[in-house]
């Protein structure tokens, strides 16, 4: 069965510092896997997808992903956060034939002046 | 991409009740997806809705609680049946893009809140 795990409910970093979100995941076969986005109030957007192409994923607004199957990780980096990037992160796995998401639980990413 | 609008956004409810989430998809789409988000929690499939079949339930999740219908490829909704204070949530409809190994497009959501 598909799963990811979000190993920090909450990460809290200054602005202009380095973001790092961390997730792993466990697939029987080549994952799909992808990073979401949703500010408060507001819908899911995603930021960028892994589908067994490249490793290295570059995403929106400046986050990028890498894939390390050795390490069964898909971390989420951002060389410099922004005030904007406040939000909830989902990394987020295809867990089924019919290509339903199964979701982490989720970072709380806070961003200090 | 695809665009999805869902209606009402959001609604106050009392214990007991039913009520009905529409999801209206601006193209046509084979799968559509129900998911839920409680309060502070992640999100968590509830059915998969193809159109000309029965939505397929996950664990957890029965058709006499959320019985869901998909009268064509643009258009789906999901109702919430006997409303309690634990299916206070949000209600998210989701489509596949052009392959399932491709990015799924979120409606924005409604908002459930059950007194």
């Known amino acids: 069965a598909q799963s990811v795990t979000q190993l920090d409910s909450h990460v809290s970093v200054s602005e202009g510092t380095p973001v790092l979100l961390r997730c792993n995941y466990s697939s029987s076969y080549s994952p799909s896997l992808f990073w979401y986005v949703q500010h408060p109030n507001k819908g899911l957007q995603l930021l960028l997808k892994y589908t067994s192409a490249a490793t290295l994923v570059k995403g929106i607004n400046g986050f990028e992903a890498e894939f390390k199957k050795s390490e069964t990780s898909f971390h989420l980096t951002k060389p410099s956060a922004h005030m904007s990037d406040a939000a909830e992160y989902f990394c987020v796995v295809i867990g089924g034939s019919q290509g339903n998401l199964i979701f982490g639980k989720g970072t709380k990413l806070s961003v200090k002046p | 991409s695809a665009v999805i609008s869902q209606k009402p956004s959001r609604d106050i409810c009392q214990r007991g009740t039913s009520l009905t989430i529409q999801c209206q998809v601006d193209?046509?789409?084979?799968?559509m997806f129900w998911y839920r988000q409680q309060p502070g929690q992640s999100l968590t499939l509830i059915a998969t809705a193809n159109q000309g079949s029965e939505a397929t339930y996950e664990s957890g999740f029965v058709i006499d609680k959320f019985p869901i219908s998909r009268p064509n490829l643009t258009f789906s909704t999901l109702t919430v049946s006997n409303m309690s204070p634990e299916d206070s949530s949000i209600y998210l409809c989701?489509?596949?893009?052009?392959?399932?190994?491709?990015?799924?497009?979120f409606g924005p959501g409604t908002r459930l809140t059950v007194l």
């Open positions: 193209s046509q789409v084979t799968m």
């Open positions: 989701s489509v596949v893009g052009a392959s399932r190994f491709d990015e799924q497009f």
